[in-house]
């Protein structure tokens, strides 16, 4: 079955730095897209960042652009978050979501069919 499992969450500080990772079972990275969504309390869940399969092209909401990072292990089956330089606004529930796809680019406004659980993210002092 596939699976995605988040983990790497907690509290930093302002200005800090935080990696998650995504582990993928039951499927190959190769021809999916894996893309970061966050949903802060009360507001609609919102595209962070986004790999595509083979090609491993990615794409970055304006918010993040220059601060996250998104990669991929293949070896490991994981995609990483890298978030440095946090703020506050960047608290939320982080989850991971997968589409199968042949596409060199990935689009965070599709569909996603597959979601981890989510890992709770939270930038305070």
């Known amino acids: 079955q596939l699976q995605l499992v988040e983990s790497g969450g907690g509290l930093v500080q302002p200005g800090g730095s935080l990696r998650l990772s995504c582990a993928a079972s039951?499927?190959?990275?190769?021809?999916?897209?894996i893309g970061w969504f966050r949903q802060a309390p009360g507001k609609e869940r919102e595209g962070v960042s986004c790999?595509?399969?083979?090609?491993?092209?990615?794409n970055y909401a304006d918010s993040v652009k220059g601060r996250f990072t998104i990669s991929r292990d293949n070896a490991k089956n994981t995609v990483y978050l890298q978030m440095n330089s946090l703020k506050p606004e960047d608290t939320a529930v982080y989850y991971c979501?997968?589409?199968?796809?042949?596409?060199?680019?990935?689009?965070?406004?599709?569909?996603?069919?597959?979601w981890g659980q989510g890992t709770q993210v939270t930038v305070s002092s």
């Open positions: 790999i595509s399969g083979r090609a491993g092209s990615t």
């Open positions: 979501a997968a589409r199968a796809t042949v596409q060199a680019m990935c689009a965070m406004t599709l569909q996603y069919y597959y």
């Open positions: 039951g499927f190959t990275l190769d021809y999916y897209a």
